[in-house]
C-alpha cells in the first residue's frame, strides 16, 4: 500500500499505517513533508522544541529532524514497538520525503479522513516548517 501524504493529518495518518501494519500489510508513505500536524503553530513547535531540548545523547528522546524520520517516530508511537509483532509492524512501514522512483506510476492511495481540506482546521502546520525550526537542512 503506497500513501500520498499530501496534506493528510499526521496523527489520523500514523493511526491507520499503524493499524495496516499490525495486520500484516507493508504501509510506504510518500511525501511526507507535506503532511500537517493539528494545532496552533506555537504550540507544536513549543512542543518538539521543548522534547528536542530534553533530550540528551546518552539518554535521549531522539526527535529527528528529518521530515521522513519525524513521521516514522511519531508511527512508532502508535505500535507496541517494545513487542516482536510491534517490531515487525514497524519494519513494514518506510517513510519517505518526495516520490521515490520505484513508486512513480504506481497508483496512490489517500485517506479522506485525515484530508486537512475536508476538515474545518484552521490551525495546522506543515512537518517540513517543524523540521526546519528544528533544525533540518532542507
Known sequence: MIIDATDLIVGRL???????SLLGEKVDIVNCEKAVISGSR??????YKQKRERATVATGPYIS??????VRRIIRGMLPYKQEKGR????????????PKEFEG??????PSADINKRK????IKVVDVCKELGAKI
Request: net charge positive.
Open 14 to 20: 500514523g493511526s491507520f499505517a499503524a493499524k495496516q
Open 42 to 47: 506555537q504550540d507544536v513547535l513549543a512542543k
Open 65 to 70: 529532524r528529518m521530515p521522513d524520520r519525524f
Open 88 to 99: 515487525k509492524a514497524f519494519e513494514r512501514i518506510m517513510c519517505y520525503t518526495g516520490v
Open 106 to 111: 504506481k497508483k496512490m492511495e489517500s485517506l
Open 121 to 124: 482546521l484552521t490551525k495546522f
